[in-house]
């Protein structure tokens, strides 16, 4: 189980960078969303069998697989909501990151068209990166703090200061645009388009796989 978790979370970090940064194709966006969704096919069975995948059943890496696994599931709005909330009865007994499911948690509720709660999750606009609609802004940064994220002004510079940095692979060709103003916002998230603290960042410090949270 452990195994699979990384395997697949690490096949499919490459393209989750690229999609961040809008490097893919109309077609390669086609197929990685086959792939988040076989993907999410497989935590489904973990969860049902065994409950959230924390860190005392699959370890450290194996956790934070699982957990960007069901933040890429946007496909599958059961199987990330199933997954949210096992994650929040394991954060609540010690054995998973809850500063990881405040990134799942954001997750569910934009998909489910409702403000989120944390501010992790972002949409690259016509002027860079734009924050999805939050719940109670003024007290924003209480909450994130409540979870141990840092404040959201630090987060967004941090963020963007990832997505400039050029990857370290050969660039490919891709036919994706930039963002219009005729790209609506629900047309970015079925694309994937979204950046997220706990998505791109899935690209820094707290997963050995190759990226995960602030």
Same mark, same amino acid.
Do not use: K
């Given at each position: 189980?452990?195994?699979?978790?990384?395997? %697949?979370?690490?096949?499919?970090?490459?393209?989750?960078?690229?999609?961040?940064?809008?490097?893919?194709?109309?077609?390669?966006?086609?197929?990685?969303?086959?792939?988040?969704?076989?993907?999410?096919?497989?935590? %489904?069975?973990?969860?049902?069998?065994?409950?959230? #995948?924390?860190?005392?059943? !699959?370890?450290?890496?194996?956790?934070?697989?699982?957990?960007?696994?069901?933040?890429?599931?946007?496909?599958?709005?059961?199987?990330?909501?199933?997954?949210? &909330?096992?994650?929040?009865?394991?954060?609540? *007994?010690?054995?998973?990151?809850?500063?990881?499911?405040?990134?799942?948690?954001?997750?569910? +509720?934009?998909?489910?068209?409702?403000?989120?709660?944390?501010?992790?999750?972002? +949409?690259?606009?016509?002027?860079?990166?734009?924050?999805?609609? !939050?719940?109670?802004? /003024?007290?924003? /940064?209480?909450? %994130?703090?409540?979870?141990? +994220?840092?404040?959201?002004?630090?987060? +967004?510079? /941090?963020? &963007?200061? *990832?997505?400039?940095?050029?990857? &370290?692979?050969? #660039?490919? *060709?891709?036919?994706?645009?930039?963002?219009?103003?005729?790209?609506? *916002?629900?047309?970015?998230?079925? &694309?994937?388009?979204?950046?997220?603290?706990?998505?791109?960042?899935?690209?820094?410090?707290?997963?050995?796989?190759?990226?995960? !949270?602030?």
């Amino acid at each position: 189980m452990q195994r699979e978790l990384i395997a %697949r979370a690490t096949a499919a970090g490459p393209r989750w960078q690229s999609l961040a940064r809008m490097q893919l194709s109309e077609q390669e966006i086609g197929m990685g969303r086959h792939a988040d969704h076989a993907n999410a096919g497989v935590l %489904r069975r973990i969860i049902g069998e065994h409950g959230w #995948p924390d860190v005392p059943l !699959v370890g450290q890496d194996g956790a934070t697989a699982a957990w960007q696994i069901a933040l890429r599931a946007d496909s599958d709005a059961f199987v990330q909501r199933a997954a949210a &909330r096992a994650m929040y009865a394991a954060a609540q *007994r010690g054995t998973a990151s809850v500063r990881q499911w405040a990134h799942l948690h954001d997750r569910c +509720l934009l998909n489910a068209e409702l403000p989120q709660l944390f501010g992790t999750q972002y +949409l690259r606009g016509a002027d860079g990166l734009e924050l999805e609609p !939050v719940r109670d802004p /003024d007290t924003l /940064d209480i909450r %994130r703090a409540e979870v141990g +994220l840092p404040p959201a002004a630090d987060a +967004l510079r /941090d963020l &963007r200061l *990832r997505l400039a940095a050029a990857p &370290r692979t050969q #660039p490919r *060709r891709t036919t994706a645009r930039p963002p219009s103003a005729s790209r609506n *916002r629900r047309e970015r998230r079925g &694309r994937g388009d979204r950046a997220a603290e706990g998505a791109v960042l899935l690209a820094g410090a707290a997963c050995p796989l190759h990226r995960s !949270v602030e």
